[in-house]
């Protein structure tokens, strides 16, 4: 009996020295969180697409290239598939590559009719993109609509080129805020579209 007791008390006097000098009998553990940082260069490939301009801050078509949809519908034109398989390509070999897909209209018809026809033409290249193996979270989409044109909406021409869909490329060190104008050159992916997206660059663009 007076073994237990003494076990008990010293047992309980090493307690109370712990508690008084503030440490812990608890295993400690550490909570470290690994980071990744994001690549700041350009996306590299093993091959240059035949219709992409690959930048560091954005994916542009090159000269001639579009990405046509049926007149106000959020439905590709079959043959701007190929264009879109070099995107997902692109991002097939760059694995922490995000991408933000941003449509823009011309000032044709209501403001409101033309915001949400971006969004869901946006919507569709995402989806696009998606069913061939992109993962969603690396996808995001958003309509401008005809509030950041990028050519003077008074001419055809110009018509043409604010109709267009964007690839940004997102960075978490660097976010940009979406629907921005990018000039030429400058951090901005311009897509073309023959009834909707038009060629959102200022140099020449092709009559649809």
């Known amino acids: 009996m007076r073994t237990i007791l003494f076990a008990l008390l010293a047992t309980a006097s090493v307690a109370a020295c712990h508690k008084n000098s503030g440490t812990s009998t608890a295993p400690m553990t550490a909570n470290v969180t690994a980071t990744v940082d994001?690549?700041?260069?350009?996306?590299?490939?093993?091959?240059?697409?035949?219709?992409?301009?690959?930048?560091?801050?954005?994916?542009?078509?090159?000269?001639?290239?579009?990405?046509?949809?049926?007149?106000?519908?959020?439905?590709?034109?079959?043959?701007?598939?190929?264009?879109?398989?070099?995107?997902?390509?692109?991002?097939?070999?760059?694995?922490?590559?995000?991408?933000?897909?941003?449509?823009?209209?011309?000032?044709?018809?209501?403001?409101?009719?033309?915001?949400?026809?971006?969004?869901?033409?946006?919507?569709?290249?995402?989806?696009?993109?998606?069913?061939?193996?992109?993962?969603?979270?690396?996808?995001?989409?958003?309509?401008?609509?005809?509030?950041?044109?990028?050519?003077?909406?008074?001419?055809d021409d110009g018509k043409q080129q604010n109709r267009r869909v964007e690839f940004v490329i997102m960075r978490h060190k660097h976010p940009r805020e979406a629907c921005q104008l990018y000039k030429p050159g400058e951090h901005h992916g311009h897509h073309h579209d023959e009834t909707a997206t038009g060629g959102g660059q200022t140099p020449p663009a092709s009559a649809p």
């Open 38 to 155: 994001e690549p700041e260069e350009a996306p590299v490939v093993k091959e240059e697409p035949k219709s992409l301009d690959i930048q560091k801050d954005v994916i542009r078509l090159k000269p001639g290239m579009k990405i046509l949809f049926e007149t106000d519908s959020d439905k590709i034109v079959a043959e701007s598939n190929t264009i879109l398989d070099e995107v997902a390509d692109v991002m097939t070999q760059n694995q922490k590559l995000r991408i933000r897909v941003e449509g823009h209209t011309d000032n044709t018809g209501k403001e409101d009719h033309n915001k949400e026809l971006s969004e869901k033409r946006a919507t569709a290249v995402r989806a696009y993109l998606v069913s061939k193996g992109v993962a969603e979270d690396r996808l995001e989409s958003t309509g401008c609509g005809q509030g950041t044109p990028v050519a003077d909406n008074a001419t």
